[in-house]
C-alpha cells in the first residue's frame, strides 16, 4: 500500500513537473512570436525609403522626394466602434454624439470604422491605447509600399471590388481583402478618411527632411489621408492629401494608429 503512494505521488510529480516545463516552453516561445503589446492587430513596416508624392496630382503633392523611415507598426484595420466604445467606457470619454443618431444608426454598427471623431479625439484613444497617430509619412507609405504604387493594390484603377467608394454608407473594417496595401493593410483607401498627426501645409513637400519626417509646424490643418466612402473613383489615390480643421467631427472622417518599433 506504501509503495502504490509513493508511486502515485512520483506519478502526479512527473507529469506536474512536464506541464510546468511545458508551460514555460510555451510562454518562452510567445514572448518570441507575439506581436506588439496592442489591442488590435498591427503590421511591421520595415525601415527603408520609399517615393512620396505624385508629379501628375494636386499641386500639393509635389514634389516627388524620397523619405526614409525607421520601422513602425500600424494598424491593419481602421479603429472600430467596438474598440472606441472600450476607450469611453475604461476612461469615462464622452461618445461620439453620431452613436445617439437616429438618421446615422447604421454608421454606429461594432465593426464599422468609428466616425464623428476629431483629431484630438483620435490622438486621445491612441495615447489610451499606447500608439500614437502616423505620420503622413508613414500613412503614405504604408499604402503604396516601397515601389511607388499609384493604389494600395497596384496600379489598377479603383473598381468597386477593391474599396468603399462613391456609396453612402461606411463598411466593416475587414471588408475589401482584394484592396489590401502590398503589407496587407486594409481600407488604406475610401471607407473614412484617416487623421495623420502632422500639421497640413500644402507647400511642405518642398523642404520635407528625408529621414522619419514629422510635417510642418503648426498651421491650424491636420492631415487627413486616403479619402471616404463619398469619394469618386477618379479622385482616390495613394498620393491624394486631404486636411480639416482639428476639432471638425464628420461622418466620413476616422483613423488608425501607429506604433514604434522598439
Ligand atoms: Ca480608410
Known sequence: MRNKTVNLFLIFLLVFTFKLFAEEKENKLLEVISPPPARSAMILIPAGEFVMGYDSGNSDENPVHKVNLSA??????????????KFVRETDYPPPEIWNSKEYKIFSKPDKPVVGVSWEDAY???????????????????????????????????????????????EDVKSFPEGVSP?????????VWEWCNDW???????????????????????????????????????????????????????????????
Do not use: H
Open 183 to 191: 503589407y496587407g493593410v486594409y481600407n488604406m483607401l475610401g471607407n
Open 200 to 262: 497640413y501645409d500644402e507647400n511642405y513637400y518642398k523642404d520635407s527632411v528625408y529621414q522619419n519626417p514629422s510635417g510642418p509646424k503648426i498651421t491650424g490643418r491636420r492631415v487627413l489621408r486616403g479619402g471616404s466612402f463619398l469619394c469618386s473613383l477618379d479622385i482616390l489615390r495613394a498620393t491624394l492629401r486631404g486636411y480639416a480643421d482639428p476639432k471638425d467631427k464628420t461622418i466620413y472622417c476616422g483613423f488608425r494608429c501607429a506604433k514604434d518599433v522598439k
Open 124 to 170: 486621445n484613444y491612441a495615447s489610451w491605447a499606447g500608439k500614437r497617430l502616423p505620420t503622413e509619412a508613414e500613412w503614405e507609405k504604408a499604402c503604396r509600399g516601397d515601389s511607388s504604387l499609384l493604389y494600395p493594390w497596384g496600379d489598377k484603377k479603383p473598381d468597386k471590388s477593391l474599396g468603399n467608394f462613391c456609396s453612402d454608407k461606411t
Open 72 to 85: 513602425y507598426y500600424i494598424d491593419k484595420y481602421e479603429v472600430n466602434n467596438r474598440e472606441y466604445q
